[in-house]
């Protein structure tokens, strides 16, 4: 079935740095979202793409259709940044598909 | 961020006993999903309406789980006899259809079987 596969599955970064996660697709879909979630399991909403380059502050995500994979960069990481990082794949089917997470540890 | 409304935050329940959980989708909203997130944080999609008829829903779901839409009133997904692999987060989500667009999610409901 439809698969998201998203790595790394943990990173850890010192204060100030930056890094990207990425998610992979087993085909083609119609969007992509990006959720944080929180040490009490809140889902915060970071970017809905369906298409090219979205930016807000330190975040920047990019979703290539044609290639079926999508990224998520942080520059200048905070220690809020903390939590784990889902992206989701709308493929169409109504419903979405989350990847298996990457646990993000900031650093001081 | 999201206005998905979830209640209770925390359930704990024995296991054969029902278990269950409301949302109140974001206003204007009328497609809503209900996921379950396991220990290891793995989401499995349980099922989906639109206003209040069911769009898709899983085989677990059809067994021992009940939802309903109703309208003018909370969403509910009910565990009819509550078993310890049903310990897990449960997470409301609505959006404006079932694809394209984008999903918000509750802040969800913590479920302990014991």
């Known amino acids: 079935g439809d698969q998201v596969e998203q790595s790394p599955s943990a990173l850890s970064l010192h204060e100030g740095t930056g890094s990207a996660l990425r998610c992979n697709f087993t085909t083609t879909m119609r969007a992509v979202q990006w959720f944080q979630q929180n040490s009490r399991g809140s889902l915060i909403n970071l970017f809905y793409?369906?298409?090219g380059t979205k930016e807000n502050g330190r975040l920047k995500s990019t979703f290539n259709s044609k290639e079926s994979y999508s990224t998520l960069h942080i520059r200048d990481a905070q220690l809020e940044d903390s939590g784990t990082y889902f992206c989701?794949?709308?493929?169409?089917?109504?419903?979405?598909?989350f990847g298996a997470g990457t646990k993000l540890t900031i650093k001081p | 961020n999201s206005k998905v409304i979830q209640t209770p935050r925390y359930l704990v329940k024995g296991q054969g006993q029902k278990a269950k959980m409301r949302c109140i989708p974001e206003k204007g909203h009328p497609v809503v999903f209900w996921y379950q997130q396991n220990k290891n944080n793995e989401f499995k999609f349980l099922i989906n309406?639109?206003?209040?008829?069911?769009?898709?829903q899983i085989d677990m779901t059809e067994k021992r789980f009940s939802a309903e839409c109703p309208s003018n009133s909370p969403c509910s997904l009910e565990i009819q006899s509550s078993e310890a692999g049903d310990s897990a987060l449960y997470l409301c989500?609505?959006?404006?259809?079932?694809?394209?667009?984008?999903?918000?999610f509750g802040k969800g409901t913590r479920l302990t079987v014991v």
């Open positions: 989500a609505s959006s404006l259809t079932g694809m394209d667009t984008e999903v918000f």
């Open positions: 793409l369906a298409s």
């Open positions: 309406f639109q206003n209040q008829e069911v769009l898709q």
């Open positions: 989701a794949a709308d493929y169409g089917n109504e419903k979405i598909t």
